[in-house]
């Protein structure tokens, strides 16, 4: 089989051609060389006349690649012609999709035996399988007839064996999602106190109340709720003579005394229980007869002159008086100091006849 030409070999073996061709045209034949070496001159201005009998080529020499090519190709069409005399005429190239569907018909319709016909007959031609209305063969079967006639691979079979593909993975089982369980009141209660919107809402109503209930105190007064400043303790017959009571000193802050030692008079009063140097609660010593104050020291007589201590004057009467119903009233409004003269008040002691 002819080596196929890459277009390189081509160019150059016609442009080795073209110039052997230039140089036979330009050198004179070598009959005449050999003949006589005087004569060449003679044999090349005879030259020219026996150029005449090759093709002019207008200089003899391609001037393009179109050229060089076209002689390329006219060269090897007449090689390949030249021994065509007992060889069976070459196979024409097929240049365009038209002329290989020609010929792939052509032979199809050789290779497909005609019906009625043996396995031996032989294909009809062409022409003659459509003269003869005979069906025409598929594209397919021309392709076959075509890779089988030019000795090209063996035919591939009908039906491709489909690629086994490996078996797939396993999905790993997923286990079924559990149905969302109902909401139960109790949980959204829940749900919603947990929450920070809960929380501020929590916070807001808190200082609300707050606020409205110091708003509504404010609208109140302080009032320092104490017992009544006048008040009864009872008859005088209740406080024997030389007695200190200590019945109101709790309640009411006041000992009822009952002595003659003021001056000489059988007199009841109200002493308050308040020590005249700091405000110190004194208690009453009967054993000493005496009221003490636990704060400092201060004592002071039954009569309530102080005696010791830091307390810089006598205890302090209220005052009391006999009531309408016989009974003796105490008023605390009212207060007397002895350093002012005013125990001398009959409105600071009930005297007992
Ligand atoms: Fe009573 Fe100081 S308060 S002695």
């Known amino acids: 089989m002819a080596k196929k030409l890459t277009t390189a070999e081509i160019l150059a073996q016609a442009r080795k051609q073209a110039a052997g061709e230039s140089a036979g045209a330009e050198s ?13 001159p003679e044999a090349a201005s005879a030259a020219p006349a026996a150029a005449p009998k090759k093709p002019a080529a207008g200089g003899a020499k391609p001037t393009s690649t179109a050229d060089i090519l076209a002689a390329a190709r006219a060269q090897k069409a007449a090689g390949a012609a030249a021994p065509a005399g007992d060889k069976p005429a070459a196979k024409a190239t097929p240049k365009s999709t038209a002329d290989i569907l020609a010929a792939a018909r052509g032979k199809a319709a050789a290779a497909v035996p ?4 043996g396995k031996g007959a032989k294909p009809a031609a062409t022409g003659a399988a459509v003269a003869s209305g005979e069906p025409l063969p598929s594209v ?27 078996p797939l993975p396993k999905k790993p089982v997923v286990a079924a999602k559990k149905a969302p369980e109902a909401v139960s009141r109790r949980g959204v209660v829940m749900s919603l106190i947990g929450t920070p919107f809960a929380a501020a809402w929590t916070f807001l109503t ?19 709720v104490e017992p009544p ?8 017959g209740d406080y024997p003579l030389g007695t200190v009571s ?12 009952h002595t003659d030692q003021y001056d000489g008079g059988n007199l009841i009063y109200a002493l308050a229980s308040v020590c005249t140097h700091l ?10 007869q005496k ?25 302090e009467r209220v005052g009391l008086r006999v009531a309408p119903d016989g009974m003796l009233e105490v008023d605390k409004s009212v207060k007397f100091q002895e350093e002012m003269g005013q125990w001398a008040d009959p409105t600071s002691y009930v005297e007992i006849a």
């Open 291 to 315: 009221f003490k104050c636990p704060c400092h020291g201060s004592g002071f007589y039954i009569t309530g002159i102080n005696f010791e201590g830091p307390a810089p004057r006598p205890l």
């Open 229 to 236: 400043t006048r008040f009864k303790v009872g008859p005088p």
């Open 140 to 166: 397919e079967e021309m392709m076959k007839a075509v890779r089988g006639g030019s000795g090209g691979p063996a035919a591939e079979p009908a039906v491709k064996p489909k690629p086994t593909l490996p």
């Open 28 to 40: 004179p034949p070598p009959a005449t060389e050999s003949a006589d070496a005087g004569t060449q």
């Open 206 to 224: 808190a200082t609300t109340a707050t606020a409205t209930l110091a708003m509504a105190r404010f609208m109140f007064p302080n009032v320092l």
């Open 246 to 257: 200590n019945k109101w000193k709790s309640s009411r802050g006041i000992w009822i005394v």
């Open 114 to 117: 005609a019906k009625g016909e």
């Open 279 to 288: 405000g110190c609660t004194p208690n009453w010593l009967d054993g000493e």
